[in-house]
């Protein structure tokens, strides 16, 4: 079972449209949570962390649900800028250990005008 | 805005060969890590760096690869004989500190084996 899972897409939106991302993960233990945005050959950029509590950043919502073990990215109001590969990443945090990030293979995401 | 820098952003080598890609992190954080991305697939956790030492590695990250910290600014990565797998984009990344798991990735370097 892979450890971190989301729906490849792609999603084509047009520009206005709200689109939700989920994700799933399959270690209990994974403790912080990551949305990630990746241009075509570039490097993941963090867009924003996720809290149990549920965050929002302008037009981005991010929600936890640990007992289901799954992950929410909600997008409003795409703009064409938005198109990207969304990265749903989980850490597992063991005693004093930093932790590596474990990336899942992503979403694509295409905004059309 | 302080940036994770790397070079070169493309590498290309025959087989067999070493190389060693260069990564300045953040000047403030602590924890250094790289990652790689074989084309169309998923970014992956090669290892991490406290310390002057290594604090966790993959299974990925066998005795082929090396990282130093050469001086206070540099983070390396050293494959030391390469094959035609290892091609792939090659990722570093910081963070701040042990409260702050947060991290930050360099541009890559594409790294190309022939």
């Known amino acids: 079972r892979k450890e971190v899972e989301q729906d490849p897409g792609p999603f084509n939106v047009p520009e206005g449209a709200t689109v939700a991302f989920n994700c799933t993960y399959s270690n209990s233990a994974s403790q912080s949570f990551f949305w990630y945005r990746q241009d075509c050959r570039k490097e993941p950029k963090l867009l924003m962390s996720?809290?149990?509590s549920g965050n929002e950043d302008g037009r981005f919502t991010a929600q936890l649900n640990r007992a289901s073990q799954y992950i929410s990215l909600l997008i409003r109001d795409s703009k064409l800028s938005d198109s990207a590969t969304y990265l749903c990443v989980v850490i597992h945090n063991y005693g004093g250990s930093q932790g590596n990030l474990i990336f899942g293979k992503g979403t694509k995401l295409s905004v059309k005008p | 805005e302080p940036e994770v820098t790397q070079t070169p952003s493309h590498q290309v080598t025959q087989m067999g060969q070493e190389v060693i890609l260069r990564c300045v992190p953040i000047?403030?954080?602590?924890?250094f890590y790289w990652y790689r991305q074989i084309l169309g697939q998923k970014v992956e956790f090669l290892v991490s760096?406290?310390?002057?030492?290594?604090?966790?590695k993959s299974e990925i990250f066998d005795d082929q690869f090396s990282v130093e910290r050469p001086d206070g600014s540099n983070f390396t990565l050293k494959i030391r004989s390469t094959k035609l797998e290892d091609s792939a984009m090659y990722f570093c990344a910081s963070s701040e500190n042990e409260f702050s798991y947060e991290q930050y990735f360099g541009p890559g370097t594409r790294l190309t084996v022939t």
């Open positions: 996720v809290y149990s």
């Open positions: 760096f406290y310390n002057n030492e290594i604090s966790e």
């Open positions: 000047s403030n954080h602590l924890y």
